[in-house]
């Protein structure tokens, strides 16, 4: 079992340099000992960052579920794959087993077949947290097909969006779904969304909420008497080590969502990898990640990672404050949870509720605590070390992106020694470099900069789907041979490193990704509206909130202007969702820019900061008159 587990920090530091140094020799060793192959690979590596172009394990053939699913069932078929929570304290949770994951795999992936489903064909899924979500995940993956999970938080103009990028020619979803107290009208969604979707044939609904729904004939179709009659045994389709396992949408600055496309044995043997080492899943622990599957946190470590070591992955439909802010905990106590994996804005709303929902339940059973979405605070770092896990728990501060499929820097529990707001130490093969503004490696320690990565990982996704350019331009051009995270980073005198926050116009909330651009589009459809500029300001839960800068068409006057403002965030609401409203929305005459056009958000950021003691150099602006007004009538 060399190199697979790593158990002390000499381990570490060892198999770290021979990852760094024999690049593929070492990851060979892991995917040879560790995984099921229908034939193995003819080269390990092949790479040029400069098309870019990256190969993993190039002439492999296996397929991804035979891997997370038919390998296990000799010795762990009577054990809980899957662990489901649901909304709802007084219905049962559901444990699934690997022989029970099995069959409902193979029972759906035989559906999509019959719905005219094939290799290559693109599938939009757009399921609340159920068992469903993640058995037709795998039930695409099992016959080849591409999965696109959507977020089911998303609104019906950004599903669209998505199913037409990626040309998909069916949609599975549900009736409705349960967040809380309220239910969602989920197929409603689907309705609206697929009117400008003709891409999209067949619609598979699972029923979960009973709510009266309308069926279109001859498009939608229930999903249950289809599995009832399929058969429990679906052959896995032989897949190429590169061909696409999924497509996931992630917020780029500019314009349209980005479709970053994984492709299989690369994503599989690193998501196993940082899995088993990350969390230091023991055999029988039960492993929580409260991320949901529309996510990549939820692809990478609910779904794959967790099921290609054979792990118990627990699946929670609901939300933290549900019946009431102790739910987690009750959770963590009634499952015996041993690893649990949350973000940090879940843990600030927590904190705000103070310990008594904490001191309630035994937490007793967890070993490891993970974060992940957003650099994490150091009063949150400490809430959780101290509450959660009684201070014998370590966190690990895992940072990573949708692109990168994987952890990429991240403490190790029990081996690497953790530091308050520090994700520490770059994983196993992972090589990051801090760059200047000059394009050149900043060596040595105590500097910050631009986060790169100098050299391939398995789990990099491979191309922006439909537009390779992008993907050039996005992550491979701002360093020659590099590629660019859009992360800025110190690293302390160890050699530690510390996430310091997105460097471009991403703003990240609550722990998801948004560009500003989208927003600012959806706001510049109010027909009031001239121009507007979003940027992001500090929130003690949300992290960061948005703050919208708009101009009015005419001066305004005899407007009301709340009215205004709640008309942008329901146009917001439509077309991307309820996640990217504007906390605060300042009506102004005009928006700082530079003489090429440019809005200058250094100074609007700064404004919504609370912070203009010292606004930069403001001497390039064409109107430099408009910065006073705007301080003046700042929120
Ligand atoms: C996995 C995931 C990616 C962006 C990333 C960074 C931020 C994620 C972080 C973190 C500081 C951490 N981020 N983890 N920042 N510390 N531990 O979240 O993917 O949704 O694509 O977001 O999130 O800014 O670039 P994704």
């Known amino acids: 079992m060399s190199n697979y587990h790593i158990k002390h920090l000499e381990e570490y530091y060892q198999v770290y340099r021979k990852s760094v140094r024999e690049p593929e020799n070492f990851w060979e060793e892991i995917a040879e000992e560790h995984f099921m192959w229908r034939k193995k690979w003819d080269k390990v590596l092949s790479w040029d960052f400069s098309k870019p172009e990256v190969k993993w394990f190039e002439g492999a053939q296996l397929n991804i579920t035979e891997n997370c699913i038919d390998?296990?069932?000799?010795?762990?078929?009577?054990?809980?794959?899957?662990?489901?929570?649901?909304?709802?304290?007084?219905?049962?949770?559901?444990?699934?087993?690997?022989?029970?994951?099995?069959?409902?795999v193979n029972k759906f992936a035989n559906v999509l077949k019959a719905q005219g489903v094939s290799k290559g064909d693109r599938v939009c899924i757009y399921l609340p947290m159920i068992p469903e979500l993640a058995i037709s995940v795998l039930a695409c993956a099992r016959i080849g097909a591409i999965h696109s999970v959507v977020f089911a938080g998303f609104s019906s103009t950004a599903l669209s969006t998505r199913i037409n990028d990626s040309e998909c020619k069916m949609v599975i979803t549900s009736d409705g779904s349960y967040r809380g107290a309220k239910t969602i009208d989920l197929k409603g969604i689907v309705d609206e969304a697929l009117k400008d979707c003709p891409c999209v044939d067949t619609v598979l609904v699972?029923?979960?909420?009973?709510?009266?729904?309308?069926?279109?004939?001859?498009?939608?179709?229930?999903?249950?008497?289809?599995?009832?009659?399929?058969?429990?045994?679906?052959?896995?389709?032989?897949?190429?080590?590169?061909?696409?396992?999924?497509?996931?949408?992630?917020?780029?600055?500019?314009?349209?969502?980005?479709?970053?496309?994984h492709t299989t044995a690369g994503y599989m043997v690193y998501t196993a990898y940082t899995f088993k080492n990350v969390f230091q899943y023991r055999e029988n622990d039960v492993y929580w990640c409260t991320a949901d599957i529309g996510w990549i946190t939820g692809h990478s470590y609910i779904v794959y990672g967790p099921l290609a070591n054979g792990a118990t992955t627990v699946m929670f439909e609901g939300v933290p404050s549900y019946p009431d802010f102790g739910r987690f905990w009750e959770i963590v106590e009634k499952h015996k949870v041993n690893q649990f994996y949350t973000a940090p804005t879940a843990i600030r709303a927590l904190a705000k509720q103070g310990t008594e929902l904490v001191e309630k339940y035994d937490l007793s059973s967890l070993k490891t605590l993970g974060s992940v979405g957003e650099p994490i605070n150091e009063e949150a770092w400490h809430w959780y070390n101290d509450n959660i896990g009684k201070k014998k728990s370590p966190i690990v501060d895992t940072w990573w992106q949708t692109e990168t499929g994987g952890i990429m820097i991240t403490p190790i529990p029990f081996v690497t020694p953790t530091k308050p707001t520090y994700a520490t130490l770059p994983f196993i093969g992972i090589q990051p470099a801090l760059m200047d503004e000059h394009g050149e490696e900043i060596k040595g320690n105590q500097v910050d900069g631009r986060l790169c990565v100098k050299f391939p990982w398995p789990s990099m996704a491979r191309t922006i789907w439909g537009n390779h350019q992008r993907y050039k331009d996005t992550y491979f051009s701002a360093f020659e041979n590099k590629y660019f995270t859009g992360d800025g980073a110190l690293r302390d005198e160890v050699g530690y490193y510390r996430i310091t926050g997105r460097v471009d116009d991403v703003i990240i909330v609550s722990g998801h990704n948004l560009g500003t651009a989208p927003i600012e589009d959806a706001v510049n459809e109010h027909p009031a509206v001239a121009e507007s500029a979003i940027v992001g300001f500090p929130h003690d839960v949300k992290g960061?909130?948005?703050?919208?800068?708009?101009?009015?068409?005419?001066?305004?006057?005899?407007?009301?202007?709340?009215?205004?403002?709640?008309?942008?965030?329901?146009?917001?609401?439509?077309?991307?969702?309820?996640?990217?409203?504007?906390?605060?929305?300042?009506?102004?005459?005009?928006?700082?820019?530079?003489?090429?056009?440019?809005?200058?958000?250094?100074i609007l950021r700064k404004i919504a900061h609370k912070d203009t003691s010292n606004l930069g150099d403001t001497s390039t602006l064409l109107n430099p008159e408009v910065v006073q007004d705007i301080m003046d009538n700042a929120l």
């Not at 409203?581 to 440019?598: A, C, E, H, N, V």
């Open 71 to 104: 390998r296990h069932l000799a010795t762990r078929g009577d054990k809980t794959a899957i662990l489901f929570e649901p909304n709802d304290t007084n219905e049962a949770s559901e444990k699934i087993t690997y022989n029970q994951l099995y069959e409902r």
């Open 206 to 261: 699972a029923k979960r909420i009973n709510s009266e729904i309308t069926m279109e004939a001859g498009r939608d179709k229930w999903l249950q008497p289809l599995l009832d009659e399929a058969s429990s045994e679906c052959e896995a389709e032989v897949m190429k080590a590169e061909d696409p396992l999924f497509i996931l949408y992630t917020s780029g600055s500019t314009g349209m969502p980005k479709g970053m496309v």
């Open 544 to 602: 960061n909130a948005l703050y919208g800068y708009v101009i009015l068409k005419d001066t305004g006057e005899g407007r009301d202007h709340n009215n205004v403002r709640k008309e942008i965030n329901q146009i917001i609401t439509e077309h991307i969702g309820p996640i990217a409203k504007l906390d605060k929305i300042q009506f102004t005459s005009g928006l700082p820019k530079t003489r090429s056009g440019k809005i200058m958000r250094r």
